[in-house]
């Protein structure tokens, strides 16, 4: 795999992933593009105690643009786009209209009292392209593609977890315009955050109760109690298990576990990555099989923190979708935004089933 | 107020709340009905240390019925609905698709080990019709109607608080199909948990912690800096303040508390329920001319457990719109839903002056 990292218009860091060393990166963005904008504040929530991002500015991005202005295909003459070239394979960017970015401009009012925790919104937010194809999706990459984007996942991983004020580093996919994704081009997103995450905070404390009473790793014990039941097992092979979870707060969940701790992307050995594209490909294919209809659905890598915990903490993919029916998706109303209390309308035993039995 | 409880046809409860004494409320539900399902499961999921629930039976709730066959209209001849009576001012019934119930029927088949965690869903929930007008809104309510819902709240919070497993009463209302709303019939809900809710336990955590540390009451000494600062406060008057929280999650998210710290409706005084009527509805009418469109909403108010730390809690009604810009919605993608990180697109103080210039 050949790396190459190039400077857009504006300043912002671009890299090819190319599966051959042949691919010329020259292009340059010839773009009149103004500065980034500045970065968002983060806000200190006192009642909840957690940070909350204010990013004003992205109030302005790139709303469901038209196919021949998609901001994510490869330039062609008439129209340049975030990417010069003429072609790529797997490509990541700083994203134009960052939640979290390094570039610490203008100062940020803190207050006093019970009101004070504000700070810039320092990290990072890249946009990975997983093809040139428009009209793709990431279930209908080769397994080749999905081990170049696992390549470029945990390159950008190692790179943005070195960043100095880093704490946690998310690669995600949201899939489908329910889910608000806003650019119909295959593409995922990368969050460099400047603390540990609300939910990866309660996880892992969960874990460290766990490991005191039980003395086992928390993650690894609920996927052996999992293969060992095999009720909500969806899919596995040597490396990877997939399943839903027993407690599932979405009509379609699965989490996806290496079999071997580890705690993040970089850790995983290279027959790990080949494993993994088959597998989960193959779950996507059952996933948009269930209703004909493609699923808006959330792909979430739980990766451990860069400098914490990283002993408690187990690589994981969570896999979910608000459809629940044909036609009907789950809403997040009063009991789960207002409560946190989810209610789910399907079994996680009868979402396994369907899951397995879709598509055969 | 009159209040006159009946039985429906499969035996759930319904009652009147009436504003005035003559009103004939002996129509008997004529229809014939199965009986309601049974009580949904409630899982423990370790991880998130958080009970979930699991409501198969809900997937075949009404959903989206022409206006000819809403249920929560008054009943007529040829159309017999949840209420018999021809006309109400408020009723409140047992919902015929709870996700928590105190039919406790047939088995829970709980686990071993790690997996342990499973029993009955049990509580309640109810309906909340706010008017007979099917084309009405909450915010076009009368003030003296407003006040007859808060009866029905505070009654209805007294009842349930009483049940031996409830643990936490929940008034809200969804508003908008945007948000997953079913029935187009301004109606409101309840529910009744039998344990303290993920957000309310998060909250209350945060309250000791803050009693601890500085001595008074996190809400109160929230209240009182937001009201000292000013630039986020919406509206208020003798005895209630809404503003727009510092670190809000929501593109308009006002939180009202009464001046007075309560633990719930119930221990509100009268002047205090006639006082938040005209506040709240001046709110929604804001809320409604941002964009001149009505906004998808949920109002949650947050009450005090039943039997714990109530001397820490302070109720306040939580009003959030998930409507970011006109034609644009805020979706709780990856950060959100898959990590826990809110960020908002919208400034909380220029929320606050939008909500403040609004209709004016």
Not at 201 to 229: I, K, Q, T, W
């Amino acid at each position: 795999m050949k790396r190459t990292l190039i400077s857009l218009a504006d300043g912002r860091d671009l890299i090819y992933y190319d599966e051959s060393d042949d691919s010329d990166r020259s292009a340059v963005d010839k773009r009149d593009l103004p500065p980034p904008p500045p970065a968002s504040e983060i806000r200190y929530d006192p009642v909840l105690d957690e940070w909350v991002a204010v990013a004003a500015h992205r109030q302005e991005r790139t709303f469901l643009p038209p196919q021949n202005e998609c901001p994510l295909c490869p330039s062609r003459p008439g129209h340049l786009t975030e990417i010069p070239a003429d072609s790529y394979h797997v490509a990541v960017f700083e994203n134009r209209f960052p939640s979290f970015s390094d570039r610490l401009t203008g100062e940020i009012a803190d207050a006093d009292g019970i009101l004070a925790g504000a700070r810039h919104g320092f990290g990072r937010c890249e946009v990975v392209c997983f093809t040139a194809d428009h009209d793709s999706t990431f279930g209908a990459l080769t397994p080749s593609r999905v081990r170049t984007v696992m390549e470029a996942w945990a390159d950008r991983t190692a790179d943005l977890s070195a960043l100095p004020g880093v704490e946690q580093v998310f690669c995600f996919e949201n899939r489908g315009e329910e889910i608000g994704v806003t650019l119909h081009h295959p593409h995922g997103q990368i969050y460099a955050y400047p603390f540990i995450t609300p939910r990866t905070r309660r996880m892992l404390g969960s874990a460290r109760r766990h490991a005191e009473d039980a003395g086992g790793n928390l993650f690894a014990d609920l996927l052996a109690a999992e293969r060992s039941v095999g009720d909500r097992v969806v899919v596995s092979n040597e490396h990877w298990t997939g399943y839903v979870p027993r407690a599932a707060r979405w009509p379609f969940e699965v989490h996806i576990f290496p079999h071997r701790r580890v705690p993040d992307l970089p850790a995983l050995t290279d027959a790990e990555r080949d494993a993994f594209g088959p597998l989960y490909l193959d779950l996507l294919r059952r996933l948009d099989g269930l209703f004909g209809t493609p699923m808006p659905y959330i792909a979430a890598w739980h990766q451990a923190p860069v400098r914490a915990d990283r002993d408690l903490a187990y690589l994981h993919l969570q896999l979910f979708s608000i459809r629940r029916a044909p036609g009907k998706l789950k809403y997040l109303a009063g009991s789960e935004s207002a409560m946190g209390v989810f209610v789910n309308d399907l079994r996680p035993e009868d979402a396994a089933r369907m899951l397995r039995e879709s598509g055969s």
